[in-house]
């Protein structure tokens, strides 16, 4: 599970799915840098969430085993 989450983080472009709002304004855009941006931060703020639990579990976990 480790290594998938890994592998996503490492390489954004795996994960490239939009909104339909999202859509519309990279399917105006012509050069695509605004395309990359939209992706970048669609990653990082899925990102995030899930790397602050992870420290969180990992700490809970650290505290139990004593």
Do not use: H, W
Not at 45 to 58: E, S, T
């Amino acid at each position: 599970m480790f290594l998938i989450f890994l592998v996503l983080l490492c390489v954004p472009q795996i994960a490239d799915a939009q909104c339909a709002m999202c859509r519309a304004v990279v399917e105006s855009d012509v050069d695509g840098s605004t395309a990359e941006g939209i992706n970048n931060g669609i990653v990082y703020l899925m990102a995030i969430p899930y790397i602050l639990v992870g420290a969180l579990f990992f700490f809970v976990y650290k505290k139990l085993k004593g």
